[in-house]
Nanobody
Framework: QVQLVESGGGLVQAGGSLRLSCAAS????????GAWFRQAPGKEREFVAA????????YYADSVKGRFTISRENAKNTVYLQMNSLKPEDTAVYYC?????????????????WGQGTQVTVSS
């Protein structure tokens, strides 16, 4: 069982930045792909960004491409999401997820373990 703990959420003005972190309890995340999803009130959980086990391959939702960057430090068992040029429509609970795969899943069903979520609120 892998436990994931997100941190770094908060309230920021439009145009600002935040960096989310996802720390894993597993001794190593080296075998896991990582991703971030988000869920706004009344909406389904949606894919934001994913990164493969080595960090050599990433994929982004069109809505965040060019503004968000996903990265990882396997030595620290941590996946990050750097969010720049934030918009009010980015407001949501952000969840990290990992999957024990060499691939790069991008759908909810492709992930085995989830964090509890961290709130990001962007004011206009």
């Amino acid at each position: 069982q892998v436990q994931l703990v997100e941190s770094g959420g908060g309230l920021v003005q439009a145009g600002g930045s935040l960096r989310l972190s996802c720390a894993a309890s597993e001794r190593t995340l080296r075998a896991y792909a990582g991703a971030w999803f988000r869920q706004a009130p009344g909406k389904e959980r949606e894919f934001v960004a994913a990164i493969n086990w080595s960090g050599s391959n990433t994929y982004y939702a069109d809505s965040v491409k060019g503004r968000f960057t996903i990265s990882r430090e396997n030595a620290k068992n941590t996946v990050y999401l750097q969010m720049n040029s934030l918009k009010p429509e980015d407001t949501a609970v952000y969840y990290c997820a990992v999957a024990r795969t060499a691939g790069l899943p991008t759908n909810v069903d492709g992930f085995d373990y989830w964090g509890q979520g961290t709130q990001v609120t962007v004011s206009s």
